[in-house]
Nanobody
Framework: QVQLVESGGGLVQAGGSLRLSCAAS????????MGWFRQAPGKERTVVAA????????YYAEFVKGRFTISRDNAKNTVILQMNNLKPEDTAVYYC???????????????WGQGTQVTVSS
C-alpha cells in the first residue's frame, strides 16, 4: 500500500496559481488511480480531479474545468494538481488519495494524505 504526502498549499490572491504535489512511497504507485479531493469548512469532502494509472484518463469536477490540471509521473511517484485562476471559493483543505480500483470510482479511494491548506483571498 502506498503512503501519500501532499505539499504546495498556501495563501494566494484571487486569480493566482498554486501547484500541489503528492509524493507517494512504495513500488506499486502505477497500480493506483489517483485523485485530489477538497473539503471546505462545514462542507463535505468532494472530488476535484482524478487520473488513471497510466495517466491517459482524467476527470475534473465541473467547478474546476478549464482552471485545474491533474498529471502524474509514475517514474517519480508523484501526482500534480496545477491550479490556475483561483477563486475564493476554492479555499479548502486539499487531499491526495489513491484507489486500487478504477480512478473514476470515487467511493474507492481508501488511501489518503494528511491534506494541505489552500486559501484564496479576494
Amino acid at each position: 500500500q502506498v503512503q501519500l504526502v501532499e505539499s504546495g498549499g498556501g495563501l494566494v490572491q484571487a486569480g493566482g496559481s498554486l501547484r500541489l504535489s503528492c509524493a507517494a512511497s512504495g513500488r506499486t504507485f502505477n497500480q493506483y488511480g489517483m485523485g485530489w479531493f477538497r473539503q471546505a469548512p462545514g462542507k463535505e469532502r468532494t472530488v476535484v480531479a482524478a487520473i488513471s494509472r497510466s495517466g491517459s484518463g482524467t476527470y475534473y469536477a465541473e467547478f474546476v474545468k478549464g482552471r485545474f490540471t491533474i498529471s502524474r509521473d509514475n517514474a517519480k511517484n508523484t501526482v500534480i494538481l496545477q491550479m490556475n485562476n483561483l477563486k475564493p471559493e476554492d479555499t479548502a483543505v486539499y487531499y491526495c488519495a489513491a484507489n486500487g480500483g478504477s480512478f473514476y470510482s470515487f467511493q474507492g479511494y481508501n488511501v489518503w494524505g494528511q491534506g494541505t491548506q489552500v486559501t484564496v483571498s479576494s
